[in-house]
């Protein structure tokens, strides 16, 4: 697996139509990855977003993609995606700068800072089950938004409530053109992306001065970020702050409304996991949040969440950009050419998980191959904040364990939508109350 420029072939497969390739039946038909996977095997070719592509799928070629950062692959997203994450944005930045930038940026994941967020989060998160039970009847999804937003603002830069102020309606406008067509016209999803990125970039500078300000910089991660220094003594100017700052609200936010959404389904939809889950609770002191070591020692709760970010992975892979052609498996992988990396599919891989369509979190007694269990991506370049997003999963489930029943009303679509990230189709509507017992 070196670099080549040998005559070796380039996988199988098809480019499509000139120009658009095969896009529109990827965007289209839900069974587009498992057709071709079925017909050319686990690496084949396609044309898709304007460029011929290779999909890898399965541990050994996230390995070789993973291992190759900054080699024969750098990190690519469309231009919509790049432009509204902003240049500074940690997604976006490739090579020693990216290196740089993480090593900081990873100071405010640190064991010690997410012990730190325990109470705070677990006040949030018995606020809004509160309200919940209240409500008795709801649509969850749209809550659990709220209350993941909430969650990354207070612990980000400190905002009580986000969900109460301008900030909600903006975020959400620029999250709905993060994965448009980059049109710059007047009310177009992009041109509305780019008007509410700015507002939001002004809030946080804001936010920034005003924090700098302050004898103590605060102990959520904007304060840890403030002080956070790189090998070389540097800390992140203020305008690499705020693309970082709204790079890490977009991932504390989206993706963890898909888990955590995805959480609440399957445990009502396979209730004999949600009592081994509830009796495994009952081993610790419900009046107090738990600590990092009974965290530690939740090991059936820990399975259970494998369980579900690899049946319903809140991303489903990743675009890389060939900069060097090289070979794998014995196919030319040219350079310009795109990977996408399948993270979906390579949890369903049956030599890795038998019965990959069961929920069943015991498979997770033993470890798994390194590479074949990749909801947070993988190499370098893995989710920075896959132990926060862990955290927060994790409590929420232990109060709704310990306090709460929910059941799965009748007559809705539960088919999942899966752009910009997977959910049910009708929003999961629940009933939901206490526990008597």
Not at 273 to 285: H, I, M, N, S
């Amino acid at each position: 697996m070196t670099a080549t420029s040998s005559t070796l072939p380039t996988p199988p497969g098809q480019l499509g139509l000139p120009w658009i390739g095969e896009t529109v039946s990827f965007l289209r038909d839900p069974d587009f990855m498992d057709k071709r996977q079925q017909q050319y095997g686990p690496i084949f070719k396609t044309h898709i977003f304007g460029s011929p592509a290779i999909v890898a799928i399965g541990p050994e070629a996230n390995r070789f993609l993973f291992a190759n950062e900054n080699k024969y692959f750098v990190v690519t997203w469309p231009y919509s995606t790049r432009t509204l994450l902003g240049p500074a944005s940690l997604s976006t930045q490739a090579g020693d700068v990216h290196k740089s930038r993480r090593k900081i940026l990873a100071q405010a994941f640190q064991p010690r800072a997410l012990a730190g967020y325990i109470p705070e989060m677990t006040n949030i998160t018995r606020r809004y089950v509160e309200k919940w039970e209240k409500m008795g009847t709801l649509t969850w999804y749209p809550e659990l938004r709220q209350y993941t937003f909430d969650v990354a603002c207070k612990l980000l830069v400190g905002i009580d409530g986000a969900t109460e102020t301008d900030l909600r309606d903006w975020f959400e406008t620029w999250c709905n053109g993060l994965f448009t067509l980059p049109i710059r016209l007047p009310g177009t999803k992009f041109t509305r992306a780019l008007n509410c990125r700015q507002k939001l970039l002004d809030r946080i500078e804001k936010i920034i001065r005003d924090r700098q300000k302050q004898a103590d910089p605060g102990n959520d991660t904007l304060g840890i970020l403030l002080q956070a220094r790189d090998d070389d003594g540097n800390t992140l100017s203020v305008v690499e702050l705020k693309d970082q700052i709204l790079t890490l609200l977009f991932a504390g936010h989206e993706t963890l409304t898909s888990a955590t959404t995805s959480f609440c389904l399957k445990l009502a939809q396979y209730p004999e996991v949600l009592e081994k889950a509830r009796t495994e609770q009952q081993q610790f002191d419900s009046e107090t949040p738990p600590t990092f070591e009974d965290l530690k020692q939740m090991t059936y709760l820990d399975r259970v969440m494998k369980e579900v970010l690899r049946v319903v992975p809140p991303v489903g892979g990743g675009f890389r950009e060939v900069i060097q052609t090289c070979e794998f498996n014995g196919y030319q992988i040219p350079k310009g050419w795109s990977v996408f990396y399948q993270i979906g599919r390579t949890h369903f891989d049956e030599a890795v998980y038998p019965q990959p369509r069961d929920f069943d979190p015991d498979r997770f007694e033993e470890d798994k191959p390194t590479f074949s269990h990749i909801p947070f991506g993988g190499g370098m370049r893995e989710c920075l904040g896959k132990e926060f997003a862990r955290l927060e999963i994790k409590l929420l489930a232990i109060e709704l364990l310990r306090n709460y029943e929910w059941e799965l009303l009748p007559s809705q679509d539960l088919e999942m939508e899966m752009i910009p990230t997977p959910r049910p189709r009708d929003g999961l509507r629940v009933g939901l109350r206490r526990r008597s017992d």
